[in-house]
Structures are given as structure tokens and as C-alpha cells.
């Protein structure tokens, strides 16, 4: 019965309830919020609704493409260099994403949008933001470049041993 469900729709039933959980809270957001909360009338290009297209199609057209392509080129280019069996790939597929997720969250800070905003706030300049970001992301690569080479000396053991 599971094996002819997955044929028909593609995957298991667990995905099917996931899926219509998330389309459920979607509804139950839109519905809370009021589609209309959605759209200022004002100005249309700070709508929540424009924004969101302006995202999706973004990803989509843009930067999807983009890091496929950096992924495909990554990944053709550490199979000559990597030993048997261990590849560098999510060793850089992991500190690059985290790196790019926080700079999306941060980008206002980095560059020092709303400044005397964040000032009037805090206190504080979005001065070091930058800085900050490009110190987290050189740890985030320094670790995984040290598991890397863990990964490696264990695995060189292993053969030799």
C-alpha cells in the first residue's frame, strides 16, 4: 500500500503531512495577518507581497544559477585533488552557506543601512559589522579546514595501519 501510495504521489506519507502542515500555518499566518497587512498602499514597493515575489524570483533566476554553477566547478575540481573516498566538497559547502546566511541577515548592518536608526538605538555604529562578518566567515572556513584535515590524517591511518 506504502510502495503504490509513493508511486502516485512521488514520496512518502510523512511528506505529505509535512507539506500540508506548512501550507496550513501559511494559511493560518495570511489569515491571522489580513492579506492586507500584506500591501501598502503608500508606497507598493515596500509591500511584504512585492517583496516576497521580488525574492523568489531572485533565488530562482539568479542566484540558484550561481551557486549551481560554484558548486559544479567546486565539485569537478576536488575530485583530482582529494584522496580516495574523502571529499573536500561539504567542507566548503557548509562554511560557504553559513556564511552567506549571515551575511543575508546582516547586509543592512554591513552596509550600515539605517544608521542613524541602529545609532539612536544602541548607541552604537554598524561600523565593525563588515569586519565581524569577514572574521566569522574566516572561522567558519579555519575549522572546517581543520576537520578536513583531521578527516584526512584518520583516513591516511587507517590505510596504513
Not at 492586507?36 to 524570483?57: E, G, K
Not at 547586509?107 to 561600523?127: F, K, N, R
Not at 566569522?136 to 595501519?161: D, E, K, P
Request: net charge positive.
Amino acid at each position: 500500500m506504502l510502495a503504490r501510495f509513493a508511486r502516485c504521489y512521488g514520496s512518502g506519507p510523512g511528506h505529505l503531512l509535512l507539506m500540508l502542515a506548512g501550507f496550513a500555518f501559511v494559511v493560518s499566518v495570511v489569515a491571522t495577518m489580513k492579506p492586507t497587512s500584506l500591501w501598502n498602499p503608500n508606497s507598493w514597493w515596500q509591500s511584504i507581497a512585492v517583496w516576497f515575489v521580488v525574492a523568489v524570483i531572485a533565488h530562482d533566476l539568479i542566484a540558484f544559477p550561481v551557486y549551481a554553477l560554484a558548486d559544479r566547478i567546486l565539485a569537478r575540481s576536488t575530485r583530482r585533488i582529494a584522496p580516495a573516498g574523502l571529499s573536500p566538497i561539504n567542507y566548503v559547502r557548509l562554511p560557504a552557506m553559513a556564511a552567506a546566511l549571515i551575511f543575508l541577515v546582516f547586509l543592512p548592518g554591513i552596509i550600515e543601512q539605517g544608521g542613524p536608526a541602529y545609532e539612536a538605538a544602541t548607541g552604537q555604529t554598524q561600523e565593525p559589522f563588515l569586519a565581524r562578518w569577514l572574521w566569522l566567515t574566516a572561522s567558519f572556513f579555519a575549522v572546517s579546514a581543520v576537520a578536513y584535515g583531521v578527516r584526512v590524517l584518520l583516513v591516511r591511518r587507517r590505510g596504513a595501519g
